[in-house]
């Protein structure tokens, strides 16, 4: 029941949202240009990392009308633990769907997505948004809703060397608040900025025998006890390697990003600094990226990307990826 009120929460905020973007929608005069022409097209996304972490992921979205739109993606993801010391890494199927209104100068949307590998990970996220632009100022909402569970054993070395394995069940379950707003210097120059703030409870509980292997030098129920009282240690364990290939997948404290593009004629260049600070740790990720669009023809156009990622504990991480969209 407890995760049920922010999700619903989360829903009727956005149903009111959408019945009052509805109702603007039918007062707006009609143009030759439908406000959701930008949200016929189909992708394919690429992201990687020098830690050999990838995301991938195919997406369709369809207007419907003028106004409306769905989308509907799905993918495959790679993604290491922050806590593992044997190469332990997600292998996560991806999937979202999403629905969406626009007016000339506004649109609202919400989605639902998921990661999950197999039985030892799954995430569940409801994100909702509105948008509002006009010429040279633009103002954005946006609310998530949040749960993580992670299935794992940990293993523990003991006073006397002997080692306990530690079938654990880690979740975290949270919403998040976040504001976005950008401005238009001239007509090819923009600048853009954004925050978003967190508020997660994470548990973490025995689901089965611990195994025993040798001395480990104390009574089994008291270390076992210290370790799951020790909740900076656990909540690490829900983290992955800090990149912004495993972004998505972060559990935050908080996080913001500022950065400036310009358009030129066909293509366009973006630079962004990213600030994200997970929760139970002061060992924030920063992530410098640039990225261009480049229009090919009436209908294509293909994204690079490039950059780095840095954290005290894993040093620099840099990255590198590519999108090809077709819209008609």
């Not at 619903?8 to 949202?17: E, S």
């Not at 769907?97 to 609202?108: D, N, Y």
């Not at 069940?169 to 210097?185: D, M, P, Q, S």
């Amino acid at each position: 029941m407890k995760l049920l009120c922010p999700v619903l929460r989360l829903i009727c905020i956005t149903a009111c949202v959408l019945v009052s973007a509805l109702t603007q929608a039918a007062m707006e005069p009609a143009d030759n240009d439908p406000p959701n022409a930008a949200m016929q097209f189909a992708s394919l996304d690429s992201l990687n990392d020098a830690d050999h972490n990838r995301d991938t992921e195919a997406k369709l979205s369809l207007a419907i009308g003028d106004t409306f739109w769905t989308e509907v993606s799905g993918g495959r993801s790679r993604s290491q633990q922050q806590s593992s010391t044997d190469g332990n890494v997600l292998q996560s199927t991806l999937f979202s769907a999403g629905f969406g209104v626009a007016g000339k100068k506004w649109l609202s949307s919400i989605n639902f997505g998921s990661r999950q590998d197999g039985s030892s990970y799954k995430q569940r996220d409801w994100t909702a948004s509105a948008d509002w632009s006009d010429i040279r100022f633009g103002v954005a909402i946006d609310l998530m809703n949040r749960n993580t569970e992670i299935n794992s054993v940990s293993h523990l070395v003991g006073p006397n060397g002997g080692t306990l394995d530690i079938p654990l069940r880690e979740t975290a379950k949270g919403n998040g608040f976040g504001l976005r707003g950008h401005v238009n210097i001239t007509e090819a120059l923009n600048l853009f900025a954004g925050g978003m703030k967190y508020n997660y409870d994470t548990s973490t509980v025995q689901t089965g025998t611990v195994v025993v292997n040798g001395n480990v030098g104390g009574v089994v129920n008291v270390i076992v006890n210290k370790f799951l009282s020790n909740r900076p240690l656990l909540s690490q364990r829900l983290l992955t390697r800090a990149s912004a290939v495993s972004r998505q997948e972060q559990i935050l404290d908080y996080s913001y990003n500022v950065g400036v593009s310009y358009q030129f004629t066909h293509f366009s260049l973006t630079v962004e600094y990213l600030n994200d600070k997970p929760i139970d740790s002061d060992d924030k990720t920063k992530t410098y990226q640039l990225e261009s669009v480049i229009l090919i023809g009436e209908h294509w156009s293909v994204t690079p990307q490039l950059g780095v990622s840095a954290t005290t504990q894993f040093g620099n991480v840099g990255f590198g990826g590519l999108s090809v969209q077709y819209a008609w």
